[in-house]
């Protein structure tokens, strides 16, 4: 008997994980951290539901730390087996779980240090996971190309398709043979909104027993590009002559996606002598890394990156590096793009800059993608008056502006139109990662434009799936 366990990204957006037992192996599908809430440090501290040493494999669909970044902790519990996913996953994930783990321990460390200063207790003064836990979890990573099966474990076989919401997104499609029977499984993963720069589109699937499907939008539209693109090159001309803009971005992806947008309009004669900084090591290695899959690219990244290679006057680009310039950044208090992660503003450089520009009513803070519930930036966008950064309370002058059609994610439509490519509906659908009315909805609206058997699961629900079941 085959058994799905649902256990993160459960009527909310982060902590991806599931648990497959079938034909004799048990594998986890992703491996992510819970991000945003008070109470998102002591989730993940927690135990694992299961013993990491019972665990023969990993399947990643992707290297956002939502779907990878407990991978450390399983390692350092107990986990031996390989992390299979994507190529290009495969090089992020060098920079991301590193990265992770660094500001981990970076977090303790300032926790330690008020703890000794004021006498509490009641703060984690132990890292999720160090920089050690990451490198030898990183030894476990094993690559694989898209489009080829391949099999972990005996009457197991999975295949990685490109998904388009970053470079080395992937859907995965199991399949296990069990008692004479096979089941197929496919996973989603995080699907890409069509016509997205630099990455293709999601791949499509025409069969499966079963999906698990995610749900980000899934009771949402995004604004149309030329609406979005006309909204942000208003915010630039407005905000740059008196004021930064401020962009937190995830270094993975987004902050790509932003600088192919302004590149392009600088092109088309839009905008001039735009000054750019790009304040986050993590996305100055992942730009590399990016340039490094230029096979991954579609037509359009492939002649933008041509056109700046040629351009007489491209706008002017700086990827920062050590801690003294970026501090040198809060010097600039008008002209200035920052992007700078995270992409919530939960951790990083962006934080530090938001701490100089939130205050400064001509400044803009642009906000590019979900902010999950109890982050920074939801509390920026639900319209925060006053934010806590550093301990200190800060006022919110600035503008705080929302772009969400620049999203990586499938909206409502582009969900369902991917799932019109069944041929028939799977037997079930499990609706994850999605804040709990979004998954509702999308389970809704699936079954009634489609046909299918869909539900949003509860965290910790199991479901058998039998291949008899009707």
Known sequence: MTSLSILGAAREVTGSCFLVNGSGARFLVDCGMIQGGRDAAARNHKDFSFDPSSIDFVLLTHAHIDHSGLLPKLTRDGFTGPIYTSEATADLLKVMLLDSARIHESEAERNRRYHRRTGHDDLARTPLYTQQDARTCLKQVRALPYDTPHSPAGGISATFRDAGHILGSAIIEVVIGEGGHQRKIVFSGDLGQPGRPFVREPVSISEADYVVIESTYGNRLHAKFSQTRDEL?????????????????????????????????????????????????????????????????????????????????PPYLHFTESVEESKALNQIHSGAIIISASGMCEAGRIRHHLLQNLPRGNSTVLITGFQAQGTLGRKLVDGAKRVRLFGEEIPVRAKIKVLDGLSAHADKNALLDWARHFREPPRKAFVVHGEEQSAQEFASSLHSELGWKAIAPLAGSVFQLDADEI
Do not use: C
Not at 233 to 249: H, M, Q
Not at 265 to 287: C, Q, W, Y
């Open 233 to 313: 090159l208003d915010i630039l001309k407005t905000t740059l002559r008196n004021g930064n803009l401020i962009i937190p971005a995830f270094a993975v992806g987004r902050t790509q996606e932003i600088l192919y947008y302004i590149h392009q309009m600088s092109r088309e004669g839009h905008v001039e002598n735009l000054k750019i900084f790009v304040d986050s090591p993590m996305a100055t290695e992942v730009t590399r890394i990016t340039k490094a899959h230029f096979e991954l690219f579609n037509d359009r990244a492939k002649q933008l990156a041509q056109w700046h290679i040629s351009a007489p006057f």
